[in-house]
Antibody, heavy 125, light 108 residues
Framework: EVQLVESGGDLVKPGGSLRLSCAAS????????MSWVRQAPGKGLEWVGR??????????DYAAPVQGRFSISRDDSKTTLYLQMNSLKTEDTAVYYC????????????????WGQGTLVIVSS | SYVLTQPPSVSVAPGKTARITCGGN??????VHWYQQKPGQAPLLVIY???DRPSGIPERFSGSNSGNTATLTISRVEAGDEADYYC???????????FGTGTKVTVL
């Protein structure tokens, strides 16, 4: 069974930094394309960014609101995904989920599967 | 950027059929995925690749996609289907995932 456990959420002041972690188990992490998705209180889902597997270049993509402020990385030896968040703004307040690309029968789709329980980030003075 | 529009809410009586639409420019040319999210829980993938169901998802959930509208259909609605539902695509122009605005399904 795949398990994703996010941690690192906290209360931080505007302009501050925070690093979130997502510990993964039950999957071949080295092959997994991983994403971060966030959800502001009472709002909808918003994709934050993605990192491909190292065998598929390991490149990252980011949503416009976080481009240049957030950075996604991975440590395959620790099967852990990270989200470094800098220059935080009040509008970054949200539950942050890590999630995997959905793959079935040897084919991978642009859907997201195996979500963690989320970690809450509050940006407030 | 690509925009997906959903109705804010849909109400349906138990045993009836709920249809949730997801509108986007030429969305029929993209693969659409649907998620169910109950209060306090993470999203759950219920439909992928327009109309396929992941293992464990009841056959009552089905999807279609054509033209400018994708639709999630929930047949024989049960109280446990009450949740928020989101559509999602991959926008190849921006290399970004895009989520719909979300629809709250209320079972009367």
């Amino acid at each position: 069974e795949v398990q994703l456990v996010e941690s690192g959420g906290d209360l931080v002041k505007p302009g501050g930094s925070l690093r979130l972690s997502c510990a993964a188990s039950g999957l071949t992490f080295t092959n997994a394309w991983m994403s971060w998705v966030r959800q502001a209180p009472g709002k909808g889902l918003e994709w934050v960014g993605r990192i491909k597997s190292k065998t598929d270049s390991g490149t990252t993509d980011y949503a416009a609101p976080v481009q240049g402020r957030f950075s996604i990385s991975r440590d395959d030896s620790k099967t852990t995904l990270y989200l470094q968040m800098n220059s935080l703004k009040t509008e970054d307040t949200a539950v942050y989920y890590c999630t995997t690309r959905y793959c079935s029968d040897g084919y991978c789709y642009s859907a997201l599967d195996n979500w963690g329980q989320g970690t809450l980030v509050i940006v407030s003075s | 950027s690509y925009v997906l529009t959903q109705p804010p809410s849909v109400s349906v009586a138990p045993g009836k059929t709920a249809r949730i639409t997801c509108g986007g420019n030429n969305i029929g040319s993209k693969s659409v995925h649907w998620y169910q999210q109950k209060p306090g829980q993470a999203p759950l993938l219920v439909i992928y690749y327009d109309s396929d169901r992941p293992s464990g998802i009841p056959e009552r959930f089905s999807g279609s996609n054509s033209g400018n509208t994708a639709t999630l259909t929930i047949s024989r609605v049960e109280a446990g289907d009450e949740a928020d539902y989101y559509c999602q695509v991959w926008d190849t122009n921006s290399d970004h995932y895009v989520f719909g605005t979300g629809t709250k399904v209320t079972v009367l």
